[in-house]
């Protein structure tokens, strides 16, 4: 997969050399790019925001530096393209697994606290995408004329990560492109590590994963439940389920409200 971060700070998406993700673009499963949009600008100052049209507090991110990077990172032609553009493209090596054949359409992907929910659905159908190319703003937004101007050449989704206001849109690109990445083939040593996943498709769906337990047996003078011991598998799937319903009503009665009749069993309604 192929991702283009457009930025006036490339240097908060240095954590994306860490951990799962950097071990992803170390082996080749994800080529990130990270692209400083001031390297668009064309005045001594580097401007890439102005104050809005009708007033008000904050200022809006002008639309011509926008317009020239996206234009610049669209050209490059997403996982077969090698153009960083001027930005300070970081992504050393190329390619990416799917899309190897020539351009396709990227997603562009807006996060804003005015978007839709980004949710594990979202996550999952992204990952199943050869390029995302996210536009983290800063201020009051970016002009809207930009998102109606790509939206001819590529599938917008303008995206919010919860119910409050950031100062940006780079700590929410992190968490995107974490939640997309552990979903790539390859990309979590065990593949069943997000079947059970909180809000993963399946037997589970819309239950929040119950509380788990490791060596040792005691700690503290606290043990830990029988029934992870007994081998009986049916019993530990159980009492999972049991864990995970009773989470979920006290941190999510909402998502209980939402569970069809035919999800909920006997057993989990005397629960
Ligand atoms: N930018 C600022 N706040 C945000 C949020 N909650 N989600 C996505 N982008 C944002």
Known sequence: MRVDIVTIFPEYLEPLNVSLVGK???????????????????D????????PYGGGPGMVMKPEPWGEALDAVLAAGGPSGGADGPGRGDGARQGGSEGSEGPCEPVLVVPTPSGRPFTQELAVELSGKPWLVFTPARYEGIDR??????ATRADVREVSIGDYVLAGGEAPVLVMVEAVARLLPGVLGNAESHRDDSFAPGAMARLLEGPVYTKPPEWRGRGIPEVLVSGHHGRIARWRRDQALAR????RPDLVEQCAPEELDQHDRAT
């Open 44 to 51: 001594r100052h580097h401007t890439v925001d102005d104050t």
């Open 24 to 42: 992803a673009r170390a082996r080749g499963d994800l080529d990130v790019r990270v692209h400083d949009l001031r390297a668009w600008t064309h």
């Open 248 to 251: 979920t009503a006290a941190n």
């Open 145 to 150: 004329r930009v998102i109606e101007e790509y």
